[in-house]
């Protein structure tokens, strides 16, 4: 979480440096076209497949162990048979206190939707304004600095006050901690288009509606794409804090809620779930992202 | 045909550094005719590039004039093209869309779309890629995307081509085989070019004029050297012509001689 929220500016360009260097490995892609009609890499399969597989067996194990004389914390399989259950009904509602598994993630992230959307609004045209123009990158970086590195749950009170309610303050949290990622990152990647693209541009005489769309946007785009996803991970870390505090429908509220009923089996599931929530949303930034990243030529 | 299609006149540039005050080039008068080909040659860091920048209006020189077409240059004009050493495609776009964009600029107000196509594909034909117009830049090879670069700035049918070292990156036998279609090209446009180059064979094989400058600071124009060899000029023929041995003798004798390029003291 941390990494993720204090993301200076130089590690947002590193960060976007590996995503540019994924592409030249594409024309290797027809490699396995050709492995096809060779006899099946049985060794190769198995040196992708087994370490994983190892490493989830290991970490089962090791929980299995420790949890064979403990009356307190369930077993993995005692945790299974729970998720089993709860998995088959995940959209039951039996009132606001007690609704299924699927609705409280789905109330969590429609709240990330929202307060990411808006961050995304705003911060996007906000940093392309402070990469363009020196006068506001010197305005704003100050302030930028100063407010980046607070904790977002910081700004939950703040919410609370202003709009009076705990749904809006929650997205109000997740707009706050969003926001600086995207800002960086696009005006990073503003402040980096090459100099060559920007001499083409003043040959070629451009109007300045064809220099932003033809070249400062696809040029800025892969940054971009790493704030967003920055942002996103982000999110969805402070989602969890946030909705543990406000109450209400989702995926944190449910954590605590459990807590709260000493079922340690959900707080578990709850975990595994959040988890594969992220990894999801992760890999869907990343593929859009790769689809969006040009080699520099 | 106009004597004095490009003029610049007593051009100075001082670069203001973090290190203090640089002075790049001290007057400089050059004169290009239309339909000339003239070629800048000089050690590296002599300033033959912010030369060809002033002419492009990329910068503007610190005092002196320079004239294109009875026009003060103030800024840069789709009159003036420059195929730069890095051909600076736009990777996001094909390299009919590269081309499209600058023929988009200079001819988008006057002509219909069916036109602005057919003439990016005609500029892409006369550098041989047609066939290439719809695949991207990272999928061809360097001297095509070179050629693309030309091609693209031929497409605006400019008054004056530019070319900073536009074969420099590429190796021996892709830029003996660009020079000889660059070669065909200007004798069928009939284009005015002022090109920067390091490479001696490139500048004799090419030029009307070569003009050799000093080593910066303060670099200036030393000598200029008229090539009056017949065109169409074939390198083959001419690897044993003697007038063509006597100016690349010329050339050398300038750059190494008297010209040598003195490393730095310190």
Redesign the interface.
Known sequence: MVSAVFHSPRDAANEARPAASD?PKAPAAPAPVAKARQPVDWRGIVLKVLPPLVGIAALVGIWALLTIKSSTFPTPLATFKEAVVLFSDPFYSNGPNDQGLGWNILFSLQRVAVGFGLAALVGIPFGFMIGRFDFLSRMFSPLISLLRPVSPLAWLPIGLLVFKAANPAAIWTIFICSIWPMIINTAVGVQRVPA??L??A??????EW?VIT??LF?AVLPYMLTGVRLSVGTAWLVIVAAEMLTGGVGIGFWVWDEWNNLNVTHILIAIFVIGIVGLLLEWALVSIAKRFT???? | MTRNFIQVQNAEMVFNTKKGRFHALREINLNVAQGEFVTLIGHSGCGKSTLLNLI?G?TLPSSGALICDNREIA????E???V?Q????????TCEENVH??VE?VFGATESKAQLKARSLAALDLVNMGHAATK???EISGGM?QRVGIARALA?EPKVLLMDEPFGALDALTRAHLQDELLKIVARTQSTVVMVTHDVDEAVLLSDRIVMMTNGPAATIGEILSIELERPRNRVELAEDTKYVHYRKEVLDFLYTRHGHVEKAA
């Open positions: 592409k060559d693209y001499n083409v003043r040959v070629l005489n451009l109007s064809k033809k070249i696809p040009y080699d520099d030529v | 492009a990329l800024a840069p004009g789709p003036r093209a420059v730069f890095n051909h600076s495609l736009l990777p996001w776009l964009l600058a600029r991207r830049p990272h995307k605006m």
